[in-house]
């Protein structure tokens, strides 16, 4: 651009709400531009100092300007008025933030800090005003008015009303990061930066560095564009751009970054990551999940994972022999009980009131499940061709040797001897069991009704 507007040895630029651009230079005071017209301001026209550092826009459409003698303003018909406070008047302004409300608050490069409204300067702190060491940046909470982020050459960030002391502020610690040069809200979130490093707070005021960027010296400034895209400037190393990413490395976020994965799919909100060492399921909110097909495909080298249009999931499996595997859509749950959960039998609570637990279990799950398409099967065998009813009769006996139940052990013994042996030697099918109990159930209550 033409220098002989006053373009020279460019040290800021400031966008108001007009959308015009405000130019500081080094050494030849403010240059406005609106498209294709520009304004030159200079010590003529009232300027402290034609080497201007920041500025900043009031409430009302003013644009208050940063010197390196004090303060001024350009009102809305480019009127350009020195704001005198002799508090300020050899001081070098570094930075302007203005609130929610128009306040503009400063700090210069002695440390002190500042607020204007108005156009006056109402309130001035220096460090021991405040309780606090060399205060080195200034920021107004882009949330609420009134209160300000304080940078320090600690590498502290204060947060609090402003002019309140040290005790009243919050303390949050940036380190590694040191001297605070620059503070700004950008993308949503508050960046800070010293001149070789930079960094974010978190919804919890937690700061968080970013590494591995190629401009590490004499950072100076940051900002971001539209697309969400961070430029920072550095006197050195000229300018980056740090480019927003929308990917989210989900892998290392869940601990298995150290596996090569060859498939991925999304089934009923959960995630599945087919690797060359095994199956990984992760839950809606990335968090690991072991059950049952993890367990089966442990170590397997999954090459690919696709679901069908009934709901099943396939998986390809490269090595163990295991080909293709199929987990089912709806799956089913089998229980055993026995007849005995069916029905008391004297003596026999003890070992009834086990099975009749099964039962209830079952029923209850075969409810819960359903939503899931998972049936619950509950098998109810009968007697079989085992030593169990000799085993049961010793058993009982034992246990009520010398008790009121003394007469249970006599009737063990009379069952014993009295019930055909064939009655535990000939198989009967559960579903039969179940019969001869409905058939025998049934006629019981109709005899008693009668």
Not at 123 to 134: A, E, R, T
Request: charged content about 20%.
């Amino acid at each position: 651009m033409d220098t002989s507007g006053g373009l020279t040895s460019g040290r800021g630029l400031f966008e108001d709400s007009l959308h015009r651009i405000w130019v500081a230079t080094n050494d030849n005071g403010v240059v406005l531009l609106e498209g294709e017209e520009s304004t030159h301001f200079t010590y003529k026209e009232g300027l402290p100092s034609s080497s201007v550092r920041c500025f900043e826009e009031d409430g009302k459409g003013n644009i208050i300007i940063g010197t390196t003698s004090g303060l001024a303003y350009v009102d809305p018909d480019k009127n350009l008025v020195p704001i005198d406070d002799e508090r300020l008047e050899n001081e070098t302004v570094i930075r302007l933030s203005a609130d929610l409300e128009g306040t503009v608050f400063g700090v210069t490069k002695s440390g002190h800090i500042f607020s204007v409204r108005d156009l006056k300067v109402t309130n001035v702190f220096d460090c021991s005003d405040l309780g606090i060491d060399k205060i080195s940046m200034i920021y107004s909470d882009p949330l609420r008015s009134g209160y300000v982020y304080i940078g320090t050459s600690e590498g502290v960030l204060y947060h609090g009303r402003f002019g309140d002391a040290k005790i009243n502020l919050r303390k949050i610690f940036c380190s590694p990061l040191t001297n605070i040069q620059w503070i700004s809200y950008d993308c949503g979130r508050l960046w800070v930066s010293s001149q070789t490093m930079s960094g974010y707070l978190d919804d919890d005021l937690t700061f968080h560095v970013l590494y591995d960027l190629p401009v590490d010296s004499a950072i100076e400034m940051m900002t971001s564009d539209y697309q969400g895209n961070l430029w920072y400037a550095s006197s050195t190393l000229g300018v980056m751009k740090v480019v927003t990413n929308n990917f989210v490395n989900i892998t290392k976020n869940a601990g298995i970054d150290c596996e090569v994965v060859n498939a991925t799919c999304l089934y009923r909100d959960m995630l599945y990551i087919g690797t060359g060492n095994g199956l990984y399921v992760l839950n809606s909110s990335g968090e690991p999940v072991n059950n049952a097909i993890t367990d089966y495909l442990a170590g397997c080298r999954i090459r690919c994972i696709t679901a069908d249009s009934k709901g099943n999931l396939w998986f390809a499996v490269y090595n163990h022999d295991m080909g293709v595997v199929c987990l089912k859509s709806s799956g089913r749950i089998i229980n055993i009980s026995s007849v005995a959960g069916k029905a008391a039998m004297n003596f026999g609570g003890w070992y009834n009131v086990s099975k009749f637990a099964v039962e209830a279990f079952s029923d209850a799950l075969r409810i819960e499940m359903q939503p899931f398409g998972i049936s619950v099967v509950l098998i109810e065998p009968g007697t079989s061709k085992t030593a169990w009813g000799d085993i049961a009769a010793d058993h009982l006996a034992t246990c009520v040797a010398g008790s009121a139940y003394e007469r249970g052990r006599r009737m063990c013994e009379r069952l014993k001897e009295e019930i055909p042996r064939q009655l535990f030697e000939i198989p009967i099918q559960a579903a039969v069991g179940g019969k001869i109990i409905a058939r025998g159930y049934n006629r019981r209550n109709t005899d008693h009704n009668t």
